[in-house]
């Protein structure tokens, strides 16, 4: 089978990496997202998909825009694929490109489907306390994560799993349920199945309102499984004295702290058990222990280093 990848970002890598052991397949193409600058000096960086599809004498193609653009088009056509293959791409795929495949176009999208369309359906999961989520493969239409379903395979969401071990989990196992997934397209052996519109949930792109937690009105469940979903970006922050404090790494203790004029919500509390200093902020429901922090323009600490340098962060009340 001739094969196209449409993948940029590290989880898309990871996958094509054992994609290209698979000796059912032929990686003709990759095509990713073109290079962007970064850091001060706007080096360009490359794509981590394109760096490994150059180490394997892959071409790799890389508009900046798919609609109407006829020399990439011509490129496709030319080459007479089965499949083209698209996970973290990142750009809507119109239909000519989709019709460019003579076994269409298909998608790995990382949710159980018609469960979270769209763009962060990990961190949507995570954040929501879900237990379980899943990897769909599923046929490409010009609509978003809407067309019909291939196959699903469920994983487990751990209680202190984050964003990442989740994508460990998929590539485990995703390059195999792809490939054998297009094989049973190709033999005629898989039956697809039409999702449930009334089913269907939707997120969307992760925003700078997202990732701030508030001590006030949030249970310590629900800022640590934020913390939990955003752990790759951009992570989670409050102010501490107006000024931005990243929380780095947190996990939840229960207590027996009655609510009153001394303690309330909010406030920064000091817990020691065994001999063991923990520095927490009481929620609405438990409280939020503190391990690493970035304070903004500052180098990040461990919580023990910081109250050296904060002593006043004791007292304070978010």
């Not at 291939?150 to 195999?176: A, Y």
């Not at 992570?235 to 780095?248: A, T, V």
Request: proline share 3%.
């Amino acid at each position: 089978m001739k094969i196209a990848f449409f993948w940029t970002w590290e989880f898309s890598k990871n996958i094509l990496d054992w994609v290209l052991q698979d000796s059912r397949v032929e990686v003709v193409l990759v095509v990713s997202q073109p290079d962007k600058p970064v850091w001060r000096k706007k080096i360009l960086q490359k794509t981590h998909t394109k760096v490994l599809a150059e180490e394997n004498n892959i071409e790799v193609l890389q508009p900046n825009k798919l609609l109407k653009n006829t020399e990439f088009l011509d490129n496709l056509d030319y080459l007479e694929l089965d499949f083209i293959l698209v996970v973290a791409y990142g750009k809507i795929v119109p239909m000519r490109v989709l019709n460019s495949a003579k076994y269409w176009c298909i998608n790995l999208h990382w949710s159980k489907l018609p469960l979270y369309r769209g763009a962060s359906p990990i961190q949507e999961s995570i954040k929501n306390g879900d237990i379980i989520t899943a990897l769909t493969v599923m046929f490409m239409s010009k609509w978003m994560d809407e067309w019909d379903i291939l196959k699903i395979q469920e994983v487990e969401i751990g209680p202190d799993d984050k964003t990442e071990d989740i994508f460990k989990k998929f590539e485990e196992f995703g390059s195999k349920l792809a490939i054998d997934t297009l094989e049973e397209v190709v033999s005629w052996k898989i039956e697809w199945i039409a999702q449930v519109e009334d089913e269907a949930t939707y997120c969307s792109k992760i925003n700078k309102q997202d990732w701030e937690v508030n001590f006030t009105t949030q249970s310590a469940e629900e800022i640590y499984n934020t913390f939990r979903a955003y752990s790759i970006w951009p992570g989670i922050y409050s102010f501490y004295n107006e000024i931005k404090l990243n929380i780095e790494d947190c996990y939840i203790k229960e207590h027996e702290i009655e609510y009153d004029e001394e303690f309330g919500v909010w406030d920064v509390v000091e817990f020691e058990q065994d001999g063991k200093k923990e520095i927490g902020i009481l929620c609405k429901e438990n409280a939020i222990v503190l391990t690493k922090v970035k304070l903004a323009w500052k180098k990040s600490m461990d919580i023990l280093s910081f109250i050296n340098g904060n002593r006043e962060f004791l007292d304070y009340k978010f």
